[in-house]
């Protein structure tokens, strides 16, 4: 019908608006895209026990309070922003109505609950050269010694700013990058640029 909505995730252009974007091989570099996935900024004081029991009664999560850390359940993850901010993250499509459940239990309670599910992209890098293709854009130590599992980190790739996330692996090699919406497309573009060695260059 003319008048049905879909949304769009912003790298619609570069899949034909057909499923989610996915580009190189996890055998040296792949870049996936985790489509219209739930986040929600959360400002607040984390030794308030309305907010964080309401928290652990909603959705069975707790706040990080060391400085770049994350902690992660089954079907979330709260990512350590600043002292009294979060980035809280929905883990699969069974996750969507995350902003609207916080919203509702987090009403009458002092804080700030604000839905960035749309004004975000959140994109996965995993294989052998991931770090490498990460290092060519991004100032950050990235070696597993540094900055390991649970840890995360505002910086930059190239010329947008970005949230990175390492993943549970050993290796270091499989890592979580959430951009703007407005830069996704640069940034994917940059990822590529950046893969282009270890995938088509590599075929010449």
Known sequence: MLNDSRQQTPLADLTGGIGAFEYGSREVVALTE????????????????????VLLNTIGLALP??????IEYDHYCAVWLAPDEWMLRGKG???????????DALQHVFCAV??????????????PKTRSVLAKGCPLDLHPRVFGFGQCAQSHYYKTSVLLRRLDDKTGDNWEMIVR?????????????????YTEGSRR
């Open 93 to 103: 499509p069974q996750t969507a109505s995350l902003p609207a459940r916080l919203g």
């Open 181 to 197: 919406r407005s830069f996704a497309d640069y940034a994917v573009r940059m990822l590529m640029d950046g893969m282009w060695e």
């Open 114 to 127: 604000t839905d960035q599910s749309s004004a975000y992209s959140v994109l996965h890098l995993s294989g």
């Open 65 to 70: 309070t060391e400085p770049n850390t994350v």
């Open 34 to 53: 985790a489509p219209l996935a739930a986040l929600v900024n959360l400002r607040g004081d984390p030794e308030n026990t309305d907010l964080t029991a």
